[in-house]
């Protein structure tokens, strides 16, 4: 089995190892958001062979996303509240 800890830490390695540090925000100054899909997999035949032994599973980042939506300090209110409007309407 796994743990949410281990899936994040998972997605923090490799956002550390394999993203380049062109664009990541400085630490302790500015922060990201960091969204990931995990595959998780076990193997079909040692599920099925040896059910009472602890199945292995194989986890993998598949995709990463990163990014920020930055406003300047004269657009944010004194409750730290924003308000941007966008062209885009729904179809």
Excluded at 50 to 57: A, N, Y
Excluded at 65 to 72: A, L, R, S
Aim: aromatic share 6%; net charge positive; with cysteine.
């Amino acid at each position: 089995m796994w743990t949410a800890n281990e899936i994040a830490q998972l997605c923090y390695e490799h956002y550390g190892i394999r993203l380049p540090k062109q664009g990541k925000p400085e630490p302790n100054r500015e922060w990201t958001l960091l969204a990931a899909v995990v595959k998780i997999q076990s193997p079909v035949v040692q599920a099925c062979n040896t059910p009472d032994k602890p199945v292995q599973v194989t986890k993998e980042v598949v995709s990463m996303g990163t990014g920020t939506k930055c406003i300047g300090q004269s657009k944010m209110r004194k409750s730290g509240t924003f308000s941007i409007s966008s062209s885009w309407q729904p179809p």
